[in-house]
């Protein structure tokens, strides 16, 4: 009989879609040949994402390794009339759960596990069904996994909305939170995407395990919380795997990038990176501030800035290369010229990252960009704009210590003033007592980063628990 396989259900995106494939063919490697690898794919909702993702699968088809296919799935109706992302997304996955068990079923192999995304809930029902293992791929933090599985818990403990209560919350394992730092999901409770946040910490219960990009020595005490049913009122949660960074590294172009050779000829730790994400477009009010806010500075930077969505619906926003001249204000380029570069399109974030010249990065807190900062050793300015980014934020400061935190006005749709910028910016690179702090915890994470993921440490041991797992798990499923 053909070996088991690891059914993965990614969704697109850019912080989603690869992690997730790479941490499959990971456990190919790991597997030492046991499993193969069968992707199921979804068709993506935006041209954007649709081209990503088909040269993606073209470069793993490329790539000669045999133990790694992908399936189509048929394309279903996309939903309307969702109050946001995780809404959309849900009931996308919904629309698929028959695609889902038929092309389980259809495989003529044994089905070593099936492993879904965050959104994916609902495909944890059909695993139960088939009596496949269910694994949720955990993209984002294992604090904002403690707060999803504690939301239950909150919801029953919690009367009003979160940002009208007294004091902070508990989430075992964190430092207190304060409401201003939850995820916008959970600012709303009248939303019916909040019901999505509290019906998925519910729906994690019944998975398997959780596969967290993360790593223990990020964030031991809550990984430990989790274990120890805390998060979960003492009933025990499914076992998490912190196999993290799990980052993917594409083949180095032929020719440097423009923004790379730009780097080539500036100081060591001398440039402020400024990106906010495969989605990350900002509106003229925040461009003029962070504008007015580099110009004064005085220092160097490397700034991508995009142009706005064709399509402004949920899930449907893909940034447009930026027209400079339309976005930026007049004189901007000439003023800053030689110390700055404005990128309008996107840009290779890991390659600018480990630069040596690169020696601050403002960010949406994105958690791949987090662990890509980390990876490298960059300290972070955190900008939150949407989804779980400010509570990465609040872990980035609070528990992480690498960042030089930015007083944000939330309700002011994440507004930043100039002078605010202006002050973090020269305390991170111009050598003020906080940057310093935060410097020095980064160059610390990344070097347990490294360590976490060598042979033998904490990521490659969690990564062996969960492939001696999966390869147990193994069931052949009975076609109907
Ligand atoms: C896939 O496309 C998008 C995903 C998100 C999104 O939304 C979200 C909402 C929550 O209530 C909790 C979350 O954890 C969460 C996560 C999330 O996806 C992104 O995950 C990435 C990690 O891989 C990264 O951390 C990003 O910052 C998250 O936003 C939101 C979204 O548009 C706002 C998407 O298009
Ligand atoms: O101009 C850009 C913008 C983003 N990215 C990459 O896109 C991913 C973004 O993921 P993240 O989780 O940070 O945020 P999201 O885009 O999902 O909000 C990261 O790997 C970035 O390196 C990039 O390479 N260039």
């Not at 935006?46 to 073209?58: F, L, W, Y």
């Not at 790593?215 to 025990?236: F, M």
């Not at 339309?326 to 480990?354: D, M, N, S």
């Not at 890509?372 to 400061?397: C, M």
Request: hydrophobic share 40%; aromatic share 6%.
């Amino acid at each position: 009989m053909a070996k088991p396989t690891v059914v993965l259900l990614p969704v697109w995106g850019a912080g989603h879609f690869m992690p997730m494939i790479e941490a499959g063919k990971r456990m190919l490697r790991g597997s030492g040949g046991a499993l193969s690898v069968t992707v199921l794919l979804m068709p993506a909702p935006t041209p954007g994402s649709m081209v990503d993702i088909a040269a993606q699968v073209k470069r793993e088809e490329a790539s000669g390794v045999d133990d790694i296919s992908f399936r189509h799935l048929p394309a279903v109706d996309m939903p309307t009339g969702h109050t946001g992302i995780e809404e959309w997304i849900s009931r996308i996955l919904r629309s698929h759960g028959p695609n889902v068990r038929a092309a389980i079923a259809g495989l003529d192999c044994p089905v070593a596990a099936l492993v879904t995304d965050i959104f994916c809930t609902p495909a944890l029902e059909v695993s139960r069904e088939l009596g496949v293992p269910g694994y949720v791929y955990f993209p984002s933090s294992a604090s904002m996994l403690a707060l999803l599985l504690r939301s239950p818990g909150l919801d029953e403990e919690v009367a009003v909305e979160f940002e009208e209560m007294d004091g902070t919350i508990h989430i075992p394992g964190l430092p207190p939170v304060p409401p201003s730092a939850l995820p916008t999901t959970m600012l709303d409770r009248k939303k019916s995407t909040y019901d999505w946040l509290i019906s998925t910490g519910r729906g994690y219960m019944n998975a398997t395990g959780f596969i967290v990009n993360t790593a223990t020595e990020l964030e031991q005490s809550v990984l430990a919380a989790i274990a120890d049913g805390r998060c979960t009122r003492g009933v025990p949660a499914p076992t998490v795997y912190p196999i993290g960074p799990v980052l993917s590294f594409p083949p180095p172009p032929e020719q440097p990038h423009e923004c790379v050779r730009w780097l080539d000829v500036q100081p060591p730790a001398s440039v402020l990176f400024v990106c906010f994400g495969s989605k990350g477009f900002l509106p003229p009010s925040k461009v003029r501030e962070i504008a007015a806010a580099l110009e004064r500075s005085g220092h160097r930077f490397l700034w991508v800035l995009r142009g706005p969505p064709v399509d402004s619906r949920h899930g449907q926003r893909d940034p447009t290369n930026a027209t400079l001249d339309e976005l930026l204000p007049e004189g901007f380029l000439e003023k800053t010229k030689g110390r700055g570069l404005v990128w309008p399109t996107r840009a290779p974030q890991k390659e600018i990252l480990a630069h040596a010249a690169v020696g601050g990065f403002v960010t949406h807190c994105g958690w791949n960009s987090i662990l890509e900062s980390l990876w490298f050793g960059v300290p972070v300015l955190p900008w939150p704009l949407d989804a779980e980014q400010h509570f990465n934020a609040f872990t980035l400061v609070s528990h992480l210590g690498v960042a030089v935190p930015l007083e944000m006005d939330r309700r002011r749709d994440n507004f930043v003033e100039a002078a605010e910028l202006e002050r973090a910016v020269s305390s991170l690179l111009g050598g003020g007592e906080e940057g310093r702090k935060a410097r020095e915890k980064a160059a610390e994470m990344k070097a347990a980063c490294r360590k976490a993921v060598e042979k033998g440490g904490s990521s490659d041991v969690a990564f062996q628990r969960l492939t001696e797992e999966v390869r147990r798990g193994a069931v052949v499923v009975a076609t109907k």
